[in-house]
């Protein structure tokens, strides 16, 4: 990937006519792709942000590879996509790798002194998560309507600046959200993105694979008349929104996809599928739930015995390509409160 190293410094306050002399992008719009430069800026108005209930900026907290920069994309109306007139930004952003960019991100600082003349603070060179590029959301567009929004995951390259201003507060109290399938799906990127994804083997690709086996299980569900779709869970005391990924409000269920049966793999999901419960058992009554991983393939037996300890089921891609289920003892949803616990991992399977 190629990346541009401009004159001025993470900090920075700058007008636009200065950056697009450096690193080039279009006199207005949030998201800026050049490909003389090479680049991709990005324009935050935090501020602006807010009226439409998203929050571009720091999380708090840095995970196991680092701080991570949240940065919603392009589209003031309707669901945010990768395809349009907005969503060609979106895209950009996306395969900025694939398109030897590198991402520069400012957010909006105030105006020359006398004029109205905007300027903007430099933030660094980004690139984004190889993991989890990026995660969907619920927000407002500006005829206050529910739609889905794009929220960008970028990995600072080198020097950056973090302002305590620009780190995103946490929630006034927990949230939960129900998003059903079918009134909206998910965006899909673009095609020779998800080629890519399909023909390396990076965490970017185990994400789509996740995405895709909770869709193909979810498209099941559908079809037998469930209500489903995902969970967004906004924890109070926290920046970072929380989602589950497949929820069947018919039958109160989370299911937690994971991209192998590896251990590894199904022991994520298992902390994933634990931390909801425990934050889903706090609201006020609790929200009564059962919780499975979907899983490629059958667990080994060891596997399944770890699940069974944490009452978690199982549901699997069989041989024949559909899905089976190891149901457990204590997987019924009780009148309140959580699952309880130590389901049986040895019944036989049966067929979804």
């Known amino acids: 990937m190629s990346t541009v190293a401009p004159s001025f410094q993470p900090g920075d306050i700058l007008t636009r006519a200065e950056i697009r002399k450096e690193l080039g992008g279009s006199p207005q719009g949030g998201i800026c792709p050049s490909v003389e430069k090479k680049t991709v800026v990005l ?51 996306l395969q900025h790798t694939l398109d030897d960019r590198t991402l520069h991100v400012f957010i909006g600082h105030g105006k020359v002194p006398g004029t109205g003349i905007r300027t903007h603070r430099y933030i660094g060179a980004f ?11 619920q927000a407002r567009d500006k005829s206050q309507q529910d739609r889905d929004v794009i929220v960008f995951r970028l990995r600072p390259l080198g020097i950056y600046q973090r302002s305590e201003s620009d780190v995103i507060p946490p929630v006034a109290q927990t949230n939960v959200r129900f998003v059903q399938s079918g009134t909206r799906r998910r965006p899909e990127a673009p095609a020779r993105l998800r080629e890519s994804w399909e023909r390396d083997r990076s965490a970017a690709r185990a994400t789509y694979r996740r995405e895709q086996i909770a869709a193909e299980f979810g498209d099941v569900l559908t079809n037998r008349q469930h209500r489903v779709g995902r969970l967004e869970v906004q924890v109070r005391g926290m920046e970072e929104a929380m989602e589950a990924t497949l929820y069947d409000q018919s039958e109160r269920t989370i299911y937690e996809p994971a991209d192998s049966n590896s251990r590894q793999a199904l022991r994520d ?10 934050h889903l058992s706090r609201i006020e009554n609790g929200m009564p739930i059962r919780c499975m991983v979907l899983a490629p ?6 596997t399944r015995q770890l699940l069974t300890e944490y009452g978690v089921g199982i549901v699997y891609r069989n041989a024949n390509g559909d899905f089976s289920e190891l149901p457990g003892e204590g997987q019924n949803p009780p009148a309140d409160g959580v699952p309880s616990r130590f389901p049986c991992a040895n019944c036989p399977s049966r067929s979804i």
């Open 297 to 302: 393939g059958i667990p080994s037996e060891d």
């Open 127 to 137: 690139e984004v998560d190889h993991e989890r590029p990026y995660v969907i959301r």
């Open 269 to 278: 999901a298992l902390m994933q599928l634990m931390d909801l419960r425990m």
């Open 43 to 93: 324009y935050s108005d935090i501020k602006s942000g807010e009226q439409y209930g998203y929050h571009d900026g720091w999380r708090r907290e840095e995970d196991r590879l680092g701080p991570i920069f949240e940065y919603t994309g392009a589209g003031t109306e309707g669901d945010q996509t990768f395809t349009g007139a907005t969503g060609t930004g979106n895209a950009a952003i």
